[in-house]
C-alpha cells in the first residue's frame, strides 16, 4: 500500500520560520523569543498573502552569470581567453561570446 499524498505546505512555512529565525538572530541580533515571534508573523502574512498558488524560487543565476561577466570584461586584455575560460570555469569560446556581446551591447 502506498502513502497518501502530502501537502508540503506545512513544512515550507516551517522551514521559512525557521530561515527567518536564524537570519533575525544572526543578522540583527534580535533576541530568540523575539525573532521567533517575527519570524512565525512574517511567515504568516506571505502565507495569507501567496497561500494556494505555486511559488518558485530562482536560484539567483542569472545574476550570478551577470557578475561573473562584468569580472571578465574588467580582466579582459585582448589576449587572455583561455585563462579567463579556466578561471571561470567556463569555455574559450563563452569568453568570446561574453567579450562579442558587451562590445555590441555598447
Known amino acids: 500500500m502506498q502513502a497518501p499524498l502530502r501537502s508540503k ?15 533575525l538572530r544572526q ?8 525573532a521567533e515571534k517575527i519570524a512565525r ?7 495569507l498573502h501567496w497561500g494556494g498558488q505555486n511559488v518558485y524560487f530562482p536560484l539567483g543565476k ?9 569580472q ?3 580582466e579582459f586584455n585582448g589576449a587572455n581567453h583561455a585563462s ?8 574559450v569560446q563563452w569568453v568570446y561570446k561574453i ?3 558587451a562590445r555590441s551591447a555598447s
Open 9 to 23: 505546505g506545512p513544512e515550507l512555512l516551517a522551514d521559512l520560520t525557521d530561515h527567518i529565525t536564524a537570519a
Open 27 to 34: 543578522l540583527a541580533n534580535t533576541e530568540d523569543r523575539q
Open 41 to 47: 508573523e512574517i511567515t504568516r502574512r506571505m502565507a
Open 62 to 70: 542569472s545574476s550570478k552569470s551577470a557578475e561573473r561577466d562584468r
Open 72 to 74: 571578465i570584461l574588467a
Open 84 to 91: 579567463l575560460a579556466q578561471k571561470h570555469g567556463i569555455s
Open 99 to 101: 567579450i562579442k556581446n
